[in-house]
């Protein structure tokens, strides 16, 4: 695994779009502002990556441990259906792993999430108790972004 690049920086726009979590061996993690949906980023701490492929062998093993574990933890604690995963990045370029949480009884389901309906953002008392939900949840897994 490389050394962590200390020219990471987050794409301004899921900056905007995000609250962050925290950081993992190799991804910040990243909750995106819709509350409809428990929906999640993984954003591997490299400048420059927009593919998965671009990763060295030992972050692309890395990467998919902590999305298999990210998943591991989020299906039961949010009661989901099916889990989501997928790294489109056609609007961000930046590579981030999108981990989506979906019931049957969302309202995109059985459809994709993307523009279905518009986002409804988290109220500021709702997103701490999440991000405090999933720094329990994730334990020492997860430390505080730096």
Not at 5 to 11: E, I, N, P, Y
């Amino acid at each position: 695994m490389q050394n962590l690049d200390q020219h990471f920086a987050l794409h301004p726009q899921l900056a905007a779009d995000c609250f962050v979590v925290g950081d993992t061996t190799l991804c910040r993690l990243l909750m995106i502002n819709d509350a409809q949906y428990p929906w999640f980023l993984l954003v591997p701490r490299r400048a420059g990556i927009r593919e998965i492929y671009e990763l060295d062998t030992a972050d692309q093993i890395q990467l998919q441990q902590e999305s298999v574990y990210l998943g591991r933890r989020l299906m039961p604690l949010f009661g989901g259906n099916k889990l989501n995963v997928a790294a489109l990045g056609n609007v961000v370029p930046q590579l981030h792993v999108h981990h989506i949480v979906r019931k049957t009884d969302d309202v995109a389901w059985p459809a994709p999430v993307w523009g279905r309906a518009p986002a409804k953002p988290y109220t500021l008392q709702a997103q701490a108790e999440r991000i405090a939900l999933l720094r329990t949840t994730l334990g020492d897994w997860l430390r505080d972004a730096t």
